[in-house]
């Protein structure tokens, strides 16, 4: 008798687990599909009148680029700030975003349009002494992420 249970218990855990792993995959499946669309965080390089798409069809050129940042080498009475305008554009509509890093007050470093965050991380090259910089030199270095967080 002993020997016509074990097979029958042996089917049932077996389905019984087999039950609770296709549970787990519906779950993780459809988590997977409520995400497509999103996007969580990208780091992008722009660069001056170069239009730059990024998640989901967002598109980002920089218009404007002002440096006023103290040369290295320099001792100045002010830092100085760099200010970067950067149109944003998603499906016809678009927004002017104005971003800068400096210690004057009205500057901000962070914006957003629709339902993402841009953050200026950084522009370099960083001015020296007795050395130009061209536009089409400039890197703008910029976090885009949802701001749903």
Same mark, same amino acid.
């Given at each position: ?5 074990? $097979? &029958?218990?042996?089917v049932?855990?077996?389905m ?9 995959? %519906? ?8 995400? =497509?669309?999103?996007? %969580? @965080?990208?780091?992008?390089?722009? @660069?001056?009148? &170069? ?19 103290? $040369?290295?080498?320099?001792e ?6 760099? #200010?970067?305008?950067i149109?944003?554009?998603? &499906?016809? #509509? ?10 004057? =007050?009205?500057?901000?470093s962070q ?5 993402? @965050? ?8 960083? $001015?020296?002494?007795e050395? =130009?910089?061209?536009? #089409? ?7 885009? &992420?949802?701001?749903?967080?």
């Amino acid at each position: 008798m002993i020997t016509n249970l074990l $097979p &029958e218990h042996c089917v049932f855990l077996g389905m019984k687990w087999f039950g609770i792993l296709l549970l787990c995959i %519906s779950i993780i499946s459809s988590c997977a599909k409520d995400g =497509e669309g999103d996007f %969580s @965080r990208s780091n992008t390089i722009l @660069r001056l009148g &170069e239009a730059t798409t990024v998640a989901d069809d967002y598109e980002f050129r920089v218009d404007s680029l002002q440096d006023s940042r103290c $040369p290295k080498g320099v001792e100045c009475i002010w830092a100085g700030q760099v #200010e970067v305008q950067i149109m944003a554009a998603k &499906e016809g #509509e678009e927004q002017l975003i104005s971003l800068c890093l400096g210690p004057s =007050e009205p500057c901000q470093s962070q914006d957003t349009f629709r339902d993402i @965050r841009i953050t200026l991380d950084s522009v370099a090259p960083y $001015p020296q002494i007795e050395q =130009e910089i061209l536009a #089409e030199d400039y890197l703008i270095f910029v976090t885009i &992420e949802s701001a749903m967080r």
